[in-house]
């Protein structure tokens, strides 16, 4: 049996890590006819912090393909994504394609593999916003909609992927590989020597602070949308530093509209997995816009505050840590104070979420 596992954009990288352990120590056990894999980079990010970063970060081998993408509008990202992986799957016949999550390599991947009928398992399926708007819930239905395997991270996925129709037999609830990179790195960064950061000194000296990510399209792209965030973070930060690693986009944007924050916003370059860890773990509140972060935070019970009106994670809002405060300035502020000083009780981890993901992933595939 021949894997391909994909992975194109930051967030995939984070998942792909625990099953290339997963498939390591499974090849172990198998000859290479039994049982090989490949990585195919798509080149959707491709700077040396958004890319390289990572894969130095989470030991994750080179490539065996980098297609090379990079950004465009959508339809050139994807069509190009496809032209090249198309080459790819003919030369190499892989009997399985692995794509994760909901970016534009996970919808360009699993539509060439399909078509070649190489069989296609969708990890992080069945996750739904029920937002059209969201680019990422588009490349989730069409890659849900033809997917052969539907691993999948919590109980709404699989309530989701029924009502689409699709057999029982084929979700499998596997936990989230996204957790079980966590909870790896986290071990490791126990026995790293912290003073390696170059944000030590500045953790060191604040006394506490909020951690925020801010990338979707919905939230920086529009001028209106954008300063009224700003404007809440501009007063939040009078109150708590606010540590903000910037994502090329979101910087583009502040730029592009000459919006500016206040010197308490203190601007990172983005960061790598590790110090990315290092520091949110251990802040007061988590502010993002991110898919992944709003599970790592409830995973490590840090409280999490969404800058979206909607979720596709809603475990993380039923019995985690997070909660959804939507992109206006009142509502922002208002759930920030209530989360500061009332906490949120009762959160939980997940059923599932307990660094095994990935294994339960590698079986079901080698079994089958
Ligand atoms: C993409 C994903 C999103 C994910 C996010 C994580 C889709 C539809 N979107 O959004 O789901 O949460 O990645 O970061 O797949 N850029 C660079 N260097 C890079 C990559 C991008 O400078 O290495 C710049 C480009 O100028 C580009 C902009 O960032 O125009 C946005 O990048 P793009 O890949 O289009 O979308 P993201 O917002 O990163």
Redesign the pocket.
């Known amino acids: 049996m021949k894997i391909f596992l994909v992975a194109g ?3 995939n990288f984070m998942k792909i890590a625990p099953i290339v352990r997963a498939l390591r120590a499974e090849s172990r056990e198998k000859s290479e006819k039994e049982l090989s894999w490949m990585i195919v980079h798509t080149g ?4 040396y912090e ?2 390289q970063a990572f894969f130095d970060d989470l030991e994750l081998p080179t490539p065996d393909f980098f297609l090379g993408a990079g ?1 465009d509008s ?1 339809a050139v ?1 994807t069509a190009k994504i496809m032209v090249s992986f198309e080459k790819v799957c003919i030369d190499q016949r892989p009997d399985i394609v692995i794509v994760v ?5 996970t919808l360009a991947c699993s539509i060439v593999a399909k078509k070649l009928l190489i069989e296609v398992a969708h990890v992080e399926a069945g996750l739904r916003s029920f937002d059209l708007t969201m ?2 819930e588009i ?1 989730r239905i069409v890659a849900d909609s033809i997917s052969d395997y539907f691993f999948v991270t919590e109980k709404s996925a699989i309530e989701n992927l029924v009502k689409q129709g699709k057999p029982n037999e084929r979700i499998y609830f596997v936990g989230h590989v996204m957790i079980d990179n966590l909870f790896y790195q986290l071990k490791r960064l126990e026995g790293e020597k912290l003073s390696q950061f170059a944000t030590y000194e500045l953790k060191k000296d604040l006394e506490n602070y909020v951690f925020l990510t801010l ?3 919905s939230n920086v792209d529009s001028r209106e949308t954008l300063l009224g965030i700003v404007e809440a973070l501009n007063e939040i930060s009078t109150e708590i530093p606010i540590i903000f690693p910037l ?3 979101t910087k ?1 944007m502040l730029d592009a509209f000459g919006i500016k924050l206040n010197k308490r916003v203190i601007f990172l370059e983005p960061l790598g997995f590790m110090e990315s860890l290092f520091l949110w773990k251990d802040s007061v509140m988590v502010m993002t816009d ?2 992944g972060l709003q599970e790592e935070t409830t995973a490590l019970g840090v409280p999490c505050l969404t800058l979206r009106d909607n979720t596709e994670r809603p475990i993380t809002v039923e019995i985690g840590t997070n909660t959804l405060a939507g992109n206006k300035k009142q509502d922002i502020l208002n759930y920030f104070w209530q989360i500061i000083n009332n906490g949120k009780p009762g959160a939980a981890i997940p059923p599932k979420w307990d660094g095994k993901s990935a294994k339960r992933i590698v079986d079901v595939l080698t079994r089958n």
Do not use: T
């Open positions: 954009a930051r967030p959707q990010h491709y700077d958004m890319s950004s959508h990202q999550g909901d970016v534009n390599s680019p990422e490349n990338h979707r399209p994502h090329p986009r583009k991110s898919g």
